[in-house]
């Protein structure tokens, strides 16, 4: 992939129709906190509510056309906003090809100098089977830092769920401000 097409930028109104192309993807939200939206109207009101409100959150693009997103939460505590968690997915048809490799380069440089009063430590979360992932995290320079037991769910279950999904683990990765990114 020709890194001079893939690029971020804040997430619009008019991107819905190709917001739901990969969001409505099982495969694409299996890891995620978030599941599938389905239609149109949820999409955007996801868009409106969640996506655009949010302190950092930029839409792959290829072509200027998104294709998947990156999310960078600080942590908003006084003692925590050294902190910041990263999500991020990209279109199933897209995978394999550095994209996310592209594109977390691009979004770490960006979001230590939007936050550079505070920000100092990115963290991230996977799930052990998510091999993908982790790879991709490890291409941009993070480093595992251990495997968090019984650490919570991928995705909020119902309550009759409670006991069948109790157990995730989830690996700990962590990139550090002084870490020197090969870009
Ligand atoms: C994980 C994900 C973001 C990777 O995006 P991508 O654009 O395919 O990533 P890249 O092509 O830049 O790199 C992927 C790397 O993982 C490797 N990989 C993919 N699947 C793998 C597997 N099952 N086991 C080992 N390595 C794997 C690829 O070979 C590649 O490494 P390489 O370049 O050394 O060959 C994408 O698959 C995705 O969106 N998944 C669904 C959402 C998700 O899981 N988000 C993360 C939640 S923590």
Same mark, same amino acid.
């Given at each position: 992939?020709?890194?001079?097409?893939?690029?971020?930028?804040?997430?619009?109104?008019?991107?819905?129709?190709?917001?739901?192309?990969?969001?409505?993807?099982?495969?694409v939200?299996?890891?995620?906190?978030?599941?599938?939206?389905?239609?149109?109207?949820?999409?955007?009101?996801?868009?409106?509510?969640?996506?655009?409100?949010?302190?950092?959150?930029?839409?792959?693009?290829l072509?200027?056309?998104?294709?998947?997103y990156?999310?960078?939460?600080?942590?908003?505590?006084?003692?925590?906003?050294?902190r910041?968690?990263?999500?991020y997915?990209v279109?199933?048809g897209?995978?394999?090809?550095?994209?996310?490799t592209?594109?977390?380069?691009?979004?770490?440089?960006?979001?230590?100098?939007?936050?550079?009063?505070?920000?100092?430590?990115?963290?991230?979360?996977?799930e052990v089977?998510? /091999?993908?992932s =982790?790879?991709?995290l490890e291409? +941009?320079? *993070?480093?595992?830092e251990?495997? !968090?037991? &019984?650490?919570?769910?991928?995705?909020?279950? /119902?309550?009759? =769920?409670?006991s069948?999904n109790? +157990?995730? *683990?989830?690996?700990?990765?962590? !990139?550090? &401000?002084?870490?020197?990114?090969?870009?």
């Open positions: 992939m020709d890194s001079s097409r893939i690029s971020l930028r804040l997430f619009k109104l008019s991107d819905v129709d190709d917001l739901l192309k990969w969001a409505s993807d099982d495969r939200t299996r890891y995620l906190t978030w599941n599938s939206i389905t239609t149109k109207e949820d999409a955007l009101t996801y868009l409106e509510t969640v996506v655009i409100p949010h302190p950092w959150r930029r839409s792959i693009c072509d200027d056309r998104s294709i998947g990156i999310s960078i939460r600080p942590e908003s505590g006084d003692d925590d906003r050294c910041a968690h990263i999500g997915a279109a199933e897209y995978w394999g090809q550095g994209i996310m592209m594109a977390l380069k691009l979004a770490i440089s960006k979001v230590f100098e939007d936050m550079r009063e505070s920000l100092v430590r990115l963290e991230a979360l996977v089977e998510n /091999k993908g =982790q790879r991709v291409k +941009v320079g *993070f480093q595992k251990g495997l !968090l037991r &019984k650490y919570g769910f991928c995705k909020a279950p /119902k309550a009759s =769920q409670l069948v109790l +157990v995730i *683990f989830k690996c700990g990765f962590v !990139l550090n &401000k002084s870490f020197n990114l090969a870009i």
